[in-house]
């Protein structure tokens, strides 16, 4: 299939777009009119760009069967300031329920049932249900378009951050285990950061891996290893010392196989160099 977005209407496009980029990330935006009148509402265009300064994006679109604007939007144009949650699957039914198109001056906080804290630096209240929450200034709104469906991008910069301590690891760092955050699929698809979904992937900062293309002819044509086990034996500075041009047999391989899978790479090698 090849798809011309001039060509298909913009419902289909918009579809197609939100079932190929996924996961994507929620943020639970809440924000605050010039009279005082508080939204909360979801969006799942949104990530992070930079972190000195630390900035997040969020884009609350113009909707596309009527092109009028979300309230958020006119919001932060009258107050420039947000707080961004994170959602997690504990509080993933109240965030939709947030999403619901209420009359302006409707306090979603209320409706889903969702904690209202006061916030330290902006005006917004944050959500005292989420694990973590972005206190942010808009640095800039740009409109993508006037059409339905257009993004506006909502440019923040964060500056105050506020991490429940209950997710935190021994070091201090976030734990997925514990954050246990969703995002948003296709349709009315989501996906849990939990469990057997997480996984690491070896990336060295400071040395390059050899590349698949400097791996042994016998490993390269093995049909015992997937492309993502190959990738993971040319993640390395060198081969290690023996003898890469030894043929192992079918049963080594497949130890060899069963280290890489058990994350033990060094081991996979010296089995496979002999």
């Not at 302006?104 to 944050?126: D, I």
């Not at 972005?134 to 409109?143: F, M, S």
Request: aromatic share 6%; net charge neutral; proline share 8%.
């Amino acid at each position: 299939m090849i798809i011309d977005p001039k060509e298909i209407p913009v419902p289909k496009m918009h579809s197609y777009l939100l079932g190929a980029v996924v996961p994507r990330p929620i943020a639970l935006a809440s924000t605050i009119s010039a009279a005082g009148e508080v939204n909360l509402s979801p969006f799942s265009f949104f990530n992070c760009f930079s972190a000195n300064p630390p900035i997040v994006v969020f884009s609350p679109a113009r909707r596309g069967r009527d092109n009028t604007t979300k309230h958020t939007y006119e919001n932060v144009k009258e107050v420039p300031e947000v707080v961004i949650h994170v959602v997690n699957y504990a509080m993933v039914e109240q965030a939709s329920l947030a999403s619901c198109e209420y009359p302006r001056g409707v306090n979603e906080f209320t409706k889903a049932g969702l904690t209202e804290v006061r916030s330290e630096k902006v005006r917004p209240p944050r959500v005292g249900e989420s694990p973590v929450a972005l206190e942010c200034k808009v640095n800039q709104v740009i409109e993508l378009g006037s059409g339905g469906a257009a993004g506006n991008l909502v440019i923040c910069e964060v500056l105050l951050m506020h991490i429940n301590d209950d997710v935190l690891d021994a070091q201090g760092r976030i734990d997925p285990y514990q954050l246990d955050a969703v995002a948003r699929m296709g349709q009315d698809y989501y996906c849990r950061a939990s469990g057997d979904a997480i996984f690491s992937v070896p990336k060295p900062n400071e040395k390059v891996g050899i590349g698949i293309d400097q791996l042994p002819a016998y490993l390269r044509k093995s049909k015992v290893f997937s492309a993502n086990e190959l990738a993971r034996l040319a993640n390395v500075e060198k081969i290690p010392d023996g003898n890469p041009m030894h043929v192992p047999s079918e049963r080594t391989l497949m130890q060899a196989r069963e280290l890489l899978r058990a994350g033990r790479t060094d081991e996979a090698w010296k089995l496979l160099v002999g």
